[in-house]
Nanobody
């Protein structure tokens, strides 16, 4: 059983930056593709992006491509979401997720149902 705990959320002005962290425990971190999702009030949960087991490949939703960067440190069992050029429409609860994968260096965008483990979420609010 993998436990995920996000941190780093908060209030930021439009155009600003924020870095979220997600600490994992209870499993072999390097065995999992790590993903980030978000859910705004009244909207469906959507994928932000994901990173391969070895950290060499990333994939992003079109809405955040070029502004958000996912990275991971397998020695620290932690995945990060660096968010830049933030917009009010980025306001949401951000969730860290994990799913096992047999591929070390390959990652694709998958829907939320494909992920086995979820954090409790952290609120990000971008003011205009």
């Amino acid at each position: 059983q993998v436990q995920l705990v996000e941190s780093g959320g908060g209030l930021v002005q439009a155009g600003g930056s924020l870095r979220l962290s997600c600490a994992a425990s209870g499993g072999t971190f390097s065995s999992y593709v790590m993903g980030w999702f978000r859910q705004a009030p009244g909207k469906e949960r959507e994928s932000v992006g994901a990173i391969s087991r070895n950290g060499e490949s990333t994939v992003y939703a079109d809405s955040v491509k070029g502004r958000f960067t996912i990275s991971r440190d397998n020695a620290k069992n932690t995945v990060y979401l660096q968010m830049s050029s933030l917009k009010p429409e980025d306001t949401a609860v951000y969730y860290c997720t994990a799913r096992p994968s047999q591929f070390r260096g390959i990652v694709t965008l998958r829907p939320s149902k494909n992920y086995d483990y979820w954090g409790q979420g952290t609120q990000v609010t971008v003011s205009s």
